[in-house]
Protein backbone atom coordinates (compact mmCIF):
# COMPACT_ATOMS: atom_id res chain seq x y z
CA UNK A 1 0.00 0.00 0.00
CA UNK A 2 2.84 2.29 0.66
CA UNK A 3 4.39 1.36 -2.30
CA UNK A 4 1.35 1.99 -4.32
CA UNK A 5 0.34 5.86 -2.39
CA UNK A 6 4.13 6.37 -3.50
CA UNK A 7 4.49 5.48 -6.91
CA UNK A 8 1.32 7.67 -6.76
CA UNK A 9 3.05 10.95 -5.39
CA UNK A 10 5.76 10.50 -7.83
CA UNK A 11 2.98 10.17 -10.85
CA UNK A 12 1.10 13.69 -9.63
CA UNK A 13 4.33 15.34 -9.32
CA UNK A 14 5.64 14.80 -12.52
CA UNK A 15 2.14 15.71 -14.32
CA UNK A 16 1.67 19.26 -12.26
CA UNK A 17 1.64 21.75 -14.67
CA UNK A 18 4.30 24.12 -12.66
CA UNK A 19 6.78 21.03 -13.20
CA UNK A 20 6.79 21.73 -17.26
CA UNK A 21 9.24 24.37 -17.27
CA UNK A 22 11.04 23.31 -14.29
CA UNK A 23 14.68 23.65 -15.82
CA UNK A 24 14.45 26.67 -17.69
CA UNK A 25 15.59 29.85 -17.14
CA UNK A 26 14.69 33.74 -17.55
CA UNK A 27 17.72 36.07 -17.59
CA UNK A 28 17.56 39.85 -17.13
CA UNK A 29 20.20 41.72 -18.03
CA UNK A 30 19.69 45.62 -17.27
CA UNK A 31 20.45 48.24 -15.10
CA UNK A 32 19.52 50.08 -11.90
CA UNK A 33 15.61 50.26 -13.35
CA UNK A 34 15.63 46.22 -13.14
CA UNK A 35 18.68 45.93 -10.12
CA UNK A 36 15.84 47.31 -7.61
CA UNK A 37 17.99 50.32 -7.27
CA UNK A 38 16.98 52.48 -3.95
CA UNK A 39 14.07 49.81 -2.62
CA UNK A 40 13.96 46.15 -1.11
CA UNK A 41 14.72 43.58 -4.15
CA UNK A 42 12.05 41.68 -2.88
CA UNK A 43 9.55 44.68 -4.16
CA UNK A 44 11.61 45.45 -7.61
CA UNK A 45 9.33 44.29 -11.15
CA UNK A 46 11.79 41.29 -11.43
CA UNK A 47 11.12 39.98 -8.18
CA UNK A 48 7.43 40.55 -8.50
CA UNK A 49 8.00 38.50 -11.97
CA UNK A 50 9.32 35.52 -10.48
CA UNK A 51 6.10 35.75 -7.95
CA UNK A 52 3.37 36.14 -10.85
CA UNK A 53 5.29 33.51 -12.83
CA UNK A 54 5.05 31.47 -10.00
CA UNK A 55 1.25 32.39 -9.25
CA UNK A 56 0.60 31.57 -13.01
CA UNK A 57 1.75 28.12 -12.84
CA UNK A 58 4.86 28.63 -15.24
CA UNK A 59 8.07 27.44 -12.99
CA UNK A 60 10.52 29.46 -15.18
CA UNK A 61 13.49 30.60 -12.99
CA UNK A 62 14.31 34.06 -13.15
CA UNK A 63 17.86 34.96 -12.94
CA UNK A 64 18.39 39.09 -12.46
CA UNK A 65 21.66 40.15 -13.94
CA UNK A 66 21.10 43.58 -13.75
CA UNK A 67 23.61 46.19 -12.26
CA UNK A 68 23.04 50.04 -11.24
CA UNK A 69 24.87 51.92 -13.64
CA UNK A 70 25.67 49.63 -16.59
CA UNK A 71 25.57 50.28 -20.48
CA UNK A 72 24.66 49.02 -23.72
CA UNK A 73 28.49 48.25 -23.99
CA UNK A 74 28.86 47.12 -19.84
CA UNK A 75 25.93 44.23 -21.47
CA UNK A 76 27.42 43.33 -24.02
CA UNK A 77 30.55 42.03 -22.65
CA UNK A 78 29.26 40.56 -20.09
CA UNK A 79 26.57 38.90 -21.76
CA UNK A 80 28.09 35.73 -23.48
CA UNK A 81 29.71 34.78 -19.72
CA UNK A 82 26.11 34.78 -18.03
CA UNK A 83 23.91 32.79 -21.14
CA UNK A 84 26.43 30.13 -21.05
CA UNK A 85 26.66 30.23 -17.41
CA UNK A 86 22.47 30.16 -16.96
CA UNK A 87 21.57 29.08 -20.53
CA UNK A 88 18.17 30.70 -20.38
CA UNK A 89 15.13 30.48 -22.50
CA UNK A 90 14.45 33.88 -22.49
CA UNK A 91 16.39 36.62 -22.57
CA UNK A 92 14.91 40.09 -21.35
CA UNK A 93 17.13 42.90 -22.58
CA UNK A 94 16.20 46.36 -20.27
CA UNK A 95 19.84 48.50 -21.13
CA UNK A 96 19.98 51.45 -23.19
CA UNK A 97 19.07 54.37 -20.05
CA UNK A 98 22.04 55.40 -18.76
CA UNK A 99 23.83 55.35 -22.46
CA UNK A 100 21.31 58.27 -23.23
CA UNK A 101 21.56 59.75 -19.57
CA UNK A 102 25.57 60.05 -20.43
CA UNK A 103 25.01 60.86 -24.45
CA UNK A 104 26.27 57.90 -26.24
CA UNK A 105 26.08 57.78 -29.99
CA UNK A 106 22.52 56.49 -30.76
CA UNK A 107 24.05 54.35 -33.39
CA UNK A 108 26.99 52.88 -30.50
CA UNK A 109 23.12 51.81 -28.57
CA UNK A 110 21.89 50.23 -31.44
CA UNK A 111 24.69 48.32 -32.59
CA UNK A 112 25.42 46.86 -28.79
CA UNK A 113 21.50 46.17 -28.23
CA UNK A 114 21.85 44.30 -31.70
CA UNK A 115 25.01 42.13 -30.70
CA UNK A 116 22.71 41.00 -27.48
CA UNK A 117 19.88 40.19 -29.61
CA UNK A 118 22.37 37.96 -31.74
CA UNK A 119 24.52 36.71 -28.80
CA UNK A 120 20.83 35.56 -27.14
CA UNK A 121 19.32 33.88 -30.12
CA UNK A 122 22.86 31.92 -30.80
CA UNK A 123 22.18 30.41 -27.57
CA UNK A 124 18.29 29.16 -28.37
CA UNK A 125 16.63 32.27 -26.37
CA UNK A 126 13.96 34.02 -27.49
CA UNK A 127 14.39 37.34 -26.75
CA UNK A 128 12.31 39.98 -25.23
CA UNK A 129 13.76 44.28 -26.11
CA UNK A 130 12.66 46.60 -23.56
CA UNK A 131 11.85 50.15 -24.72
CA UNK A 132 13.74 53.46 -22.77
CA UNK A 133 12.79 57.05 -23.75
CA UNK A 134 14.98 59.98 -21.88
CA UNK A 135 13.73 62.87 -20.23
CA UNK A 136 12.64 65.87 -22.26
CA UNK A 137 15.24 67.70 -21.31
CA UNK A 138 17.89 66.49 -23.15
CA UNK A 139 16.13 67.75 -26.44
CA UNK A 140 13.33 66.28 -28.61
CA UNK A 141 16.15 65.72 -31.54
CA UNK A 142 18.07 63.47 -29.35
CA UNK A 143 15.10 61.89 -27.37
CA UNK A 144 13.30 61.12 -30.39
CA UNK A 145 16.41 59.65 -32.15
CA UNK A 146 17.43 57.44 -29.17
CA UNK A 147 13.55 56.04 -28.25
CA UNK A 148 13.43 54.96 -32.11
CA UNK A 149 16.20 52.47 -31.44
CA UNK A 150 13.87 50.09 -29.83
CA UNK A 151 11.65 50.12 -32.01
CA UNK A 152 13.44 49.86 -35.48
CA UNK A 153 15.78 47.17 -33.69
CA UNK A 154 12.53 45.24 -33.05
CA UNK A 155 11.65 45.22 -36.41
CA UNK A 156 14.83 44.38 -38.04
CA UNK A 157 15.68 41.44 -35.72
CA UNK A 158 11.93 40.40 -35.46
CA UNK A 159 11.94 40.26 -31.75
CA UNK A 160 9.39 41.16 -28.78
CA UNK A 161 9.37 44.66 -27.88
CA UNK A 162 7.58 46.51 -25.13
CA UNK A 163 7.88 49.93 -26.80
CA UNK A 164 8.23 51.93 -23.29
CA UNK A 165 8.64 49.75 -20.35
CA UNK A 166 8.26 52.57 -17.72
CA UNK A 167 4.97 53.85 -19.38
CA UNK A 168 2.60 55.59 -16.87
CA UNK A 169 5.75 55.43 -13.99
CA UNK A 170 8.22 57.81 -15.70
CA UNK A 171 5.22 60.49 -16.55
CA UNK A 172 4.28 60.26 -12.28
CA UNK A 173 6.35 62.43 -10.20
CA UNK A 174 4.54 60.25 -7.31
CA UNK A 175 5.68 57.42 -8.98
CA UNK A 176 9.47 58.05 -8.83
CA UNK A 177 11.81 58.18 -6.19
CA UNK A 178 13.45 61.82 -4.97
CA UNK A 179 16.19 61.78 -7.38
CA UNK A 180 13.39 61.76 -10.59
CA UNK A 181 15.10 59.22 -12.24
CA UNK A 182 14.17 55.83 -10.36
CA UNK A 183 10.75 54.38 -9.94
CA UNK A 184 9.64 54.05 -6.31
CA UNK A 185 8.38 50.79 -4.94
CA UNK A 186 4.60 51.35 -5.49
CA UNK A 187 5.37 51.62 -9.23
CA UNK A 188 7.11 48.50 -9.89
CA UNK A 189 3.45 46.14 -9.97
CA UNK A 190 3.02 48.84 -12.89
CA UNK A 191 6.36 48.26 -14.80
CA UNK A 192 5.98 44.59 -14.43
CA UNK A 193 2.66 44.69 -16.05
CA UNK A 194 4.02 46.85 -19.17
CA UNK A 195 7.10 43.94 -18.98
CA UNK A 196 3.99 41.56 -19.05
CA UNK A 197 2.50 42.20 -22.22
CA UNK A 198 5.33 41.18 -24.08
CA UNK A 199 6.63 38.49 -21.92
CA UNK A 200 3.20 36.83 -21.57
CA UNK A 201 3.66 35.55 -25.24
CA UNK A 202 6.32 34.22 -25.69
CA UNK A 203 5.59 32.20 -22.56
CA UNK A 204 3.07 30.83 -24.09
CA UNK A 205 4.46 30.40 -27.29
CA UNK A 206 7.28 28.52 -25.38
CA UNK A 207 4.65 26.16 -23.49
CA UNK A 208 3.07 25.11 -26.98
CA UNK A 209 6.70 24.65 -28.39
Known amino acids: MRRLSFIACLLLFACAPWTLHAAEKILVIGDSLSAAYGIEKERGWVALLQQRL?????????????????????????????????????????????DGLRGFSPEQTRNNLRGMITQGREAGARVLLLGVKLPSNYGRAYTEKFHRIYLELASEQDVALVPFFLEGVAETRAQMQPDGIHPAAEAQPRILDNVWTGLAPLLEAQSSG
Open 54 to 98: QEQAFGYRVVNASISGDTTRGGLSRLQNALQRERPHLLIIALGGN
